[in-house]
């Protein structure tokens, strides 16, 4: 029984679509943002949001990092993330329609997210 | 929109019972009246009515979405595009079996009653009556209620039970139909009160059979005089686009004559009363405006200037489209309005125009909005020399722009061209100007942009086009079983091919040359019939059956060579090869197997078959794209936000 509840997917806590503008809504609160590297120092990456904005991800970088990067963490700035999860996305990414998304699911479908 | 029934449609439809196809039935607008539903599920019957005359019916079956989803309501008006009169066994009149119609208008107020109303009134509604099982009722009701010449009773049928008087929703003195309809689409503002007292018609109203009216409009177009030369000798010819207080529009032609006489008189901008023109059925090829009739004026016309009349006409409707967002209509043919600020203006250019030689003026303006993005439009002819050379003259001061009607191609990615009916308004006293001219002051002006068009991935020329114009779910072709009835119609679809059946016969052998079937010949090789030579070998070509899936449902459709190469992956020929390998992997089976829920953009074509004497709806894949995700997801985000906007 342990295990089968184990399988189930937690969705007690999502984590929020950000982009730097929305990020200083959910300081404090767990999110999700792709940034596109712009500098990895080993224990921070300093990277350029889906709108075009600084944002400062903390914690442990993987070795290998690809333009961009999906990180989930928890706010803990008006521009930074304390990030516990990365996923590199690759070299391609359309930022445009990730912003868009961003927007769209803050706004009026946030209860689709939410 | 026409908003009213033909006259006559009732006693038309009854001296042509059986026309053979919709292109001999004329034009039928009529009511709809006691619309309600059969026993079975999809059948609706109803009442038609064309103002004087009713013969009852049955609408098909594949208009059950239209009334579910209110386009055809009762008391709503539609246009029968084919039928069949049927006989009644044991009675003297007949039936109507409606094949194809379309939605008109939404519920009237009321039903349209014919000039000679006030004793038919009285008729008419006893006669409603007689339809409703209760006898009592109608003894009671036609005894003490009804006041034919003064009261008409207004809104849907009322069921009730014995003895209940049925009271007039309202109650009004009996009007001309002419008045009625005239009244129904209007809340009588004081303006409008004012424009009565000159008995102004809504654009709305007017119809070929009604020669005495006067409109208001608004000139919101103008075309330039052209000379033409035909058999009967030379002319001059032009025409304007007119719009009233509701936003209706019409396309209004002047020739010689009266082309002289209204040429400067009608200033695009200005307002007038125009009455004693003539209306036809619009030309659909050259329509421009949507209506289905158009208007000519003669020499006996009258066109007058309305000066001291206030602010009448809203302005010319804009619905603006983001900069970044324009992708998904390039090369499409829905035009788009824009508003932005103009960053740079160019010098006039010359352009010959290959059809005929002629020199046009054109000039290049790139403008930017919010979205951080930059477009060039091209303006053509007047708008290049008039308004652009103002633009030029301002351009330091980086006027707004907002210009409704423009064409969007694909020259470096996304560009934006003028047409005759394109308008420019310059700094605009609207909302978005106002918020485009703060957002510019504060951040824009300093700010680097990118144009739109590099951004976007650029598809193959076929692909970009055809794959997001006229996209639909698959649905759309399940429950419209009669599309592409008189010709094929094209739509595009995103979906998963489901299932291939292995057991079918995939293939054909094909002529080499000419892709024509060929048989096999008498000894050895084949034979084809079109090129008249035997062949040592043959190709395969693809005729292939597919089920694909989308999230509204799915279809079969049939694909051919080079469209099932795409979905199978490999030539008919090297397929043949694994099949005919029998071992324990079966890689036949497998290169199926690969092909299975892979997503595509298909191009397909709808047509009617005959099958068996059935008809039967067949779906053909002409062309299939790979699906990019990015130009899809941003198709997607245009898609919410039309959602949003309606």
């Known amino acids: ?114 | 929109m026409v908003k009213t029934v033909t006259p006559g449609a009732v006693s038309a439809m009854r001296s042509a019972p059986s026309p053979d196809s919709p292109a001999d039935v004329p034009e039928l607008v009529v009511q709809v009246l006691d619309l309600k539903s059969t026993g079975t599920r999809n059948r609706f019957m109803f009442t038609a009515n064309d103002g004087k005359m009713k013969l009852k019916g049955i609408l098909p079956s594949n208009v059950e979405s239209e009334i579910h989803s209110g386009s055809i309501q009762n008391l709503g008006l539609i246009r029968i595009l084919h039928y069949t009169l049927n006989d009644i066994p044991n009675k003297s009149d007949k039936y109507l079996v409606v094949n194809k119609c379309e939605a008109v208008s939404p519920a009237l107020e009321m039903e349209i009653k014919s000039d000679a109303g006030d004793l038919d009134c009285g008729i008419l509604l006893k006669s409603k009556q007689e339809d409703e099982t209760n006898s009592e009722v109608t003894v009671e009701e036609s005894g003490n209620l009804w006041k034919p010449k003064q009261e008409v009773e207004v809104g849907n049928q009322v069921k009730t039970g014995p003895g209940i008087h049925l009271k007039p929703k309202q109650e009004m003195v009996a009007k001309s139909a002419a008045q009625i309809v005239h009244e129904q689409h209007r809340n009588m503002a004081p303006a409008a009160r004012l424009a009565m007292t000159r008995r102004v018609h809504p654009l709305v109203s007017l119809n070929p059979y009604q020669g005495s009216w006067t409109i208001k409009v608004r000139v919101t177009s103008k075309g330039s005089m052209r000379t033409y030369r035909n058999a009967r000798g030379e002319g001059c010819v032009f025409n304007v686009e007119l719009t009233d207080e509701d936003g209706t529009q019409i396309q209004a032609t002047m020739f010689n004559e009266a082309a002289r006489k209204f040429y400067d008189k009608l200033e695009i901008g200005k307002v007038y009363y125009i009455s004693r023109g003539t209306l036809k059925v619009a030309n659909k090829q050259f329509k421009t405006v949507q209506n289905d009739y158009e208007m000519t004026l003669n020499e006996n016309s009258e066109v007058e200037e309305a000066s001291n009349e206030a602010s009448f006409v809203p302005e010319t409707k804009f619905n603006f489209v983001p900069i970044d967002m324009l992708g998904p209509y390039v090369n499409g043919k829905e035009l788009v309005d824009v508003i932005g600020v103009v960053q740079s203006v160019s010098p006039t250019m010359s352009i010959r125009r290959k059809s005929n030689n002629e020199i046009i003026p054109k000039r290049d303006i790139t403008i930017a909005d919010e979205t951080k993005k930059i477009v060039v439009v091209s303006l053509w002819n007047e708008l290049a020399t008039t308004v652009g050379q103002e633009l030029l003259d301002s351009a330091d001061q980086s006027p707004i722009v907002a210009i409704k009607s423009l064409k969007v191609g694909d020259f470096q990615g996304v560009s934006l061209s003028s047409l005759g009916k394109s308008v420019v308004k310059v700094n605009p006293e609207t909302p978005e100007a106002k918020k485009l001219r703060s957002w510019f002051d504060s951040e824009g002006k300093g700010s680097s942009m990118d144009s739109v068009g590099s951004g976007l991935i650029a598809s193959s020329r076929n692909g970009s086009r055809s794959m997001y114009s006229d996209r639909v779910f698959l649905s759309h072709f399940t429950s419209n079983p009669s599309l592409g009835e008189d010709k094929p119609a094209f739509f595009s679809v995103r979906a998963y091919v489901s299932f291939i059946k292995p057991d079918q016969t995939m293939w054909y052998r094909a002529c080499k040359t000419c892709k024509k079937k060929v048989t096999e010949a008498i000894g050895s090789g084949y034979w084809c019939e079109g090129c008249q030579k035997n062949d040592e070998g043959c190709s395969l070509r693809y005729i292939m059956v597919a089920k694909v899936s989308d999230p509204s449902g799915e279809a079969w459709v049939s694909a051919f060579n080079e469209e099932a190469e795409h979905i199978i992956g490999c030539p008919a020929d090297e397929l043949n090869q694994l099949k005919s390998q029998e071992n324990e992997e079966n890689p036949y089976q497998q290169k199926l197997k690969q092909a299975i829920w892979v997503p595509h953009l298909f191009r397909v074509s709808v047509a009617q078959h005959e099958y068996m004497s059935e008809k039967r709806q067949r779906i053909t894949v002409k062309g299939v794209a790979p699906v990019d995700f990015a130009a899809e997801s941003r198709y997607l985000l245009e898609e919410i936000s039309k959602q949003k906007a309606s």
């Open chain 1, 1 to 114: 029984m342990d295990i089968i509840a184990e399988l189930a997917m937690d969705t007690s806590n999502p984590a929020v679509f950000v982009n730097a503008e929305l990020l200083g809504r959910y300081v404090g609160r767990k999110v999700r943002a792709v940034i596109q590297v712009i500098r990895n120092d080993g224990t921070a990456v300093i990277g350029k949001s889906t709108d075009e904005k600084q944002m400062i991800v903390k914690g442990l970088p993987p070795s290998q990092l690809t333009t961009f990067v999906e990180v989930i963490g928890i706010a803990d700035g008006q521009n930074s993330i304390s990030a516990d999860k990365w996923t590199n996305f690759g070299d391609n990414f359309d930022t445009f329609t990730y912003n868009k998304l961003c927007q769209l699911a803050n706004g009026e479908y946030q209860h689709l997210f939410l």
